[in-house]
T-cell receptor, first 111, second 114 residues
């Protein structure tokens, strides 16, 4: 079982819709989670961090963490074509500061 | 604030040749990471430095890969000899560590081994 799992997609949503990206993890010791956006040919860019159960909102982005279900999600409201990218979920594992990434979900926002 | 710098951005070499990558982290970031990202996969940690010391190199193929971080700032990653399967993007990231452990990536080096 992979430590951090994501559906590879592609996930297609129409412009203006809500995109929901999901991630599950196996290490119950993981405390912190991060969402990175990666455009084709570019490096990952940190967009959200979440450290406790519940929701965290930043602009059009909302990260959700449910430690009991070992589940992390990212919601993107009012999706724009510029949001089309691969979204990587990552969790801090190994007792502290080792970041383990999922394989990423490709998001396509269609006009 | 300047981001993580890496060079070169692209490199093409033949198998069995050697190659080196350079990284300069964000100023003040004590922790530096090297990742390998193969197309279609998430980044995989190769080695983690805390200042000058190695914290984790469990996934570094030590028979061919080496890395150092002299003076706790810049770092170099070397591959010798390269294999076809080393074709990937090599990403450097840095972090302040506590309390957020947020990592910030450089632009990466795309390596093609022919």
């Amino acid at each position: 079982q992979k430590e951090v799992e994501q559906n590879s997609g592609p996930l297609s949503v129409p412009e203006g819709a809500i995109a929901s990206l999901n991630c599950t993890y196996s290490d119950r010791g993981s405390q912190s989670f991060f969402w990175y956006r990666q455009y084709s040919g570019k490096s990952p860019e940190l967009i959200m961090s979440i450290y406790s159960n519940g929701d965290k909102e930043d602009g059009r982005f909302t990260a959700q963490l449910n430690k009991a279900s070992q589940y992390v999600s990212l919601l993107i409201r009012d999706s724009q074509p510029s949001d089309s990218a691969t979204y990587l979920c990552a969790g801090l594992t190994g007792g502290g500061n080792k970041l383990t990434f999922g394989t990423g979900t490709q998001l396509k926002v269609e006009l | 604030e300047a981001g993580v710098a890496q060079s070169p951005r692209y490199k093409i070499i033949e198998k069995r040749q050697s190659v080196a990558f350079w990284c300069n982290p964000i100023s003040g970031h004590a922790t530096l990471y090297w990742y390998q990202q193969i197309l279609g996969q998430g980044p995989k940690l190769l080695i983690q430095f805390q200042n000058n010391g190695v914290v984790d190199d469990s996934q570094l193929p030590k028979d061919r890969f080496s890395a150092e971080r002299l003076k706790g700032v810049d770092s170099t990653l070397k591959i010798q000899p390269a294999k076809l399967e080393d074709s990937a993007v090599y990403l450097c990231a840095s972090s302040l560590g506590l309390p957020t452990y947020e990592q910030y990536f450089g632009p990466g080096t795309r390596l093609t081994v022919t």
